[in-house]
Each structure stands twice: as structure tokens, then as C-alpha cells.
């Protein structure tokens, strides 16, 4: 275990500071994240992130599954966005496969990736606020994810490894009361969103812990390869589902916050912006949603119906087939990437027209992100890390994959 | 929707600005130029890297300011055996390009491109742990992911999918 040993990835300097070992079991680096601070005082120096932790070899892995067999493993990259990572991996696929996407399955991408949104964000928010010291908020952000993931269960039989996005459409029409349910929580959930912020946004001390803490530029977010939220909160306008869109979104009607100060509180105010956005996506998804198909017309791809199977010689037989031997996807290669929670998430695929993907690549937003961390900390306090980390939003399963 | 063939053709692709301009900087940094699924690729010679990085990122036709991605693929056993591929896009143009670098097995290396933007820094780390291949003039080229005394570079195809036993 060498990556345990203090490793000399920091030496002291001089006599004057110390190096301070933060995590990687520290309850506020949200998993396994491990940093080394070198500290005059309570003064930080030097910060550098040391991560791979929970490095499962997820783009090893792929290489010897079958296309349709990937998906599942997305869901396991970035935990609190399954359907965001499903997105992202079968988009890519169909550009590959020059496969058109029925509306209706669009749409119903749109919605679930929405409600993911929104569930990412209220476990950031909790966590977040519990780091810095808010606990009540976790107990409130917590009450309506559950929600969301009691919607997630109804549709897709899993709360948080739903891999409910498949390579030609969606695995399966939404049970009866579904759009129902979503209708109500969409209904109330903009009035949570106020209680959350009565607890934070005029709060004394979340203003002196947030305000000011943590900045981060422009122009380092970008030398950095910052994105999303992080990005956004230091006044660059930019949103992969507005400005490059895909499934759909150009048919939706949103607002992308942008702020200004680059600090935390910068950011938990897109942040929370963007609950209320996405909660508008919502209902705007939910009112227009078209009728039709919710897969592609691809015998060779997409899995026939159980009923079709029972009764159609031909249908069973593909069934068969894309079971044991896969489908084969024209030889080149894509990079998709789509706006998630924490930024660009992008999947490179290259295909060597077999069944299997030559190689899948996942570009993960929090790794870039992770990246401006000594920018934001270093000659601030020990106390501001935390801050700063949970204003990234991080994920580990995402960064080491 | 049936896929458009691949366009491979140097004088088809000119009018592309980012190709426009690299070919009038130094015409043999192109080895080759891709359009395929509306995706632009070029495949740049080696030693112009980074040249060709600073150009698109400075030139106000390209504006290629922030870097998405770099990753690597093996092509084991063909020679030139390693692809490291540079994924650029532009805020302002809201477009993206491809940057191939092509490196034979033997001793792959090529320049950091850490000096054109600071956030390629963990992306090389990466593709060094990974695949093992060297970024010269990188300040800290270290693994990454795996553990420091690790054996090999497990993305190589040469690698098994369950490790040595």
C-alpha cells in the first residue's frame, strides 16, 4: 500500500510549516479523497489532491462487454447521476450507429435526466451545508430526494443504479400513475427550494463561511478545464444543453444562472438556480410530451417487445441474437458530452466494427474540476477546504472510475 | 438515418477554419484531416503539438480556449502503436475539434501541453498511469489512479482484463 505512506508527493519546505493529512476517511471529502496540506498555522501553503482510491478500472471493463452491456456500468461512474452518465454513453453509441430517436423517448430522457438534476443537487446541498456546519438543511434536502428516488423505483425498479437509458430509446413504458406523481412533486418542490434557501441564502454565518472564500477566476476556471456550476459561478455563460443541445433540449425553455464572484456562495447560488430551472424542464416536459414509440425502429439493436417475442418467429430470433452476439456498430469513433450536474461529462467511443467498444473513455467534469482546488485554497484557511471542496461538488466514483 | 461516408480529403476540408489555419502555419504539421459523423479530426505530426495547441487557442477564428479532454488509445498490435487524442472546444464558436497525436510503441512521448493549458495536467497524468506514455516538460508526471508501485499500464491491450495473477 504505497499510495497509504506519506509518499513524498509533499516534502516541508521550510522549518516553518507542517504537513497536514486530510483524509482520505474525512468525513467532509465526500468519500475517498485524500489531501495533503502544507500548512504555516492555520495558513495553507501548499494543497494537492491525491485520489485513485476507488479506481475500479470502469474503461477496462468495457472493452470486453458488449455495447448494450456498458450501460450498467455507467450508472456505477457517477453514483448520484446514474441517468445523466446512461445519457451521455448511449447518445454517444447512437451517433455512432446513426440511430434516430423516437420524440417520445427524448423527452422521456429529457424528464428522468432532469429529475437526476435534481436529485444530485439536493444530496450536494445537504452535504454541502453539513459540512460547513447547517445540519438541519441535510434532514430537508433528503426528505424530497427521497421522493425523486421513490420516482425512479416506479420507473425503472432500481432507486440509484436505474440504467433506465438504453442504446435506441428507454427500457420501459412509465407505469400508469407516473406522470402523475412527477406532476405533483414538480408541483410543490419550487416551495421547497424557498425553504432551503430561508435556512442558507440570508444566513449570517453561511454568508461569512461562503462569501468571499474560494474564488476562483475565469480565466483559470478555463485554463483549468473547469465546468459547469464551478465554471458558471465564475461568470462564464455557458451550458452544454443550451448552447451544443442534444435530445431534445433546444425545445425547452430555461434560464442558465451565471454569478459573478467565483466564490462559494457564487456557486451555491447557481446551484439552487438550477434546482428551480430544472424543476421548470420538468413540468415543461411533462406538459408537451408526445405520443409514440419509446424505442427506435431497429430490429438488429433495439430489443424487441415480450409480446412480439411470443408470437413473431423474426423477433425472437433477434432477441437471441442481441443477446449472445452483441450488435455490431459501424468502425469510428465520437466524443459526446452533455451538461451534468457537475459539468461536461463526455464519453469517447471508438468502435472497430465488432460488438464490443475498442475503447470507452469517460471524461469526467469533477476530475477537471478537482484541478482548481490549489487555486481556490492556497494562502486561505484550513477551514475554507471544506468549503471549497463541497462548492466542486465532487464525486469520487466519477474522478477515479 | 444511414451515415455519411467519412471525408478524408485534405483540399474538401480546407475551408475549415481551424484547418485553414494550420496548414498556413506549417503544412506538414497536418499528417491528416477527418470528418465523420460531423465530427472534425486532425491528425497532427508530433513534434507540433503543442505549436498547433497554442495556435488554435490564441487565433481568434478558432478560439479554441478550453480543453476538454486527452485521452489515449492502443492500436497493439499496429504500429504506430499509441493515439493520443486532444479534445478542444470553443465557448465562443460553440464547436469542438479532435487533435490526434500518432507515437510507435517503442518509447511513446510526446510534449506536455501543460504550458498551453494548466488543466492538462491530471488528463496527462492519467494517459501516463494508463497507457504509459510520456509527457515531456509535464512539472509532475506521477501515476494517477493507480497505486505508485504498480506494475504495467493497464489500458495497454497487451494487458488482461484481469490482471496478472
Known sequence: MAHMTATPVLEPGQDRTMILNMGPQHPSTHGVLRVLLEIDGETIVRIMPDIGFLHTGIEKTCEAKFYQQVVPLTDRIDYLCPMTNNLCYVLAVEKLLGLEIPPKAQWMRVLMNELTR??????????????????????????????????????SGQRMMTSYFRVGGVALEPPLDFFDRVRKFAGYFSSKIDEYENLLTGNPIWMMRTKGVARLSAEDGIALGASGPTLRGSGVDFDLRRDMPYSSYEKFQFKVPVKQEGDVFARYMCRVAELRESNKIVQQALDGMPEGPIKADAPGVVLPDREKMKTQMEALIYHFKIITEGFAVPAGEVYQAVESPRGEMGYYIVSDGTAKPYRVHMRAACLANLQTLPKMCEGRLIADVVAAIGSIDIVLGEIDR | MALAPAITDVEQLKGHPAVARL??????????????????????????????????????????????????????????????????????????????????????????????????????????????????????????????DWQGHPLRKDYPVEGYR
Open chain 2, 23 to 148: 496548414l498556413a502555419w506549417n503544412p506538414a504539421a497536418v499528417e491528416g484531416v477527418k470528418f465523420d459523423r460531423d465530427e472534425m479530426t486532425i491528425t497532427v505530426e508530433r513534434s507540433n503539438i503543442r505549436g498547433a495547441c497554442a495556435l488554435l487557442r490564441e487565433d481568434p477564428a478558432c478560439d479554441f480556449r478550453f480543453l476538454s479532454d486527452i485521452t489515449c488509445v492502443d492500436w497493439f498490435p499496429a504500429e504506430p502503436r499509441f493515439e493520443v487524442i486532444y479534445h478542444l472546444l470553443s465557448i465562443s464558436k460553440k464547436e469542438r475539434l479532435r487533435l490526434k497525436v500518432r507515437l510507435d510503441g517503442e518509447s511513446p512521448a510526446v510534449e506536455s501541453l501543460t504550458p498551453v493549458w494548466a488543466g492538462a495536467n491530471y488528463f496527462e497524468r492519467e494517459v501516463f498511469d494508463l497507457f504509459g506514455v510520456r509527457f515531456t516538460g509535464h512539472p509532475y508526471l506521477r501515476r494517477l489512479l493507480m497505486p505508485e
Open chain 1, 118 to 155: 435534481i436529485n444530485s443537487h439536493l444530496v450536494w446541498l445537504g452535504t454541502h451545508a453539513m459540512d460547513i456546519g447547517a445540519l438541519t438543511v441535510f434532514l430537508y434536502c433528503f426528505r424530497e430526494r427521497e421522493e425523486v428516488l421513490k420516482l425512479f423505483d416506479a420507473i
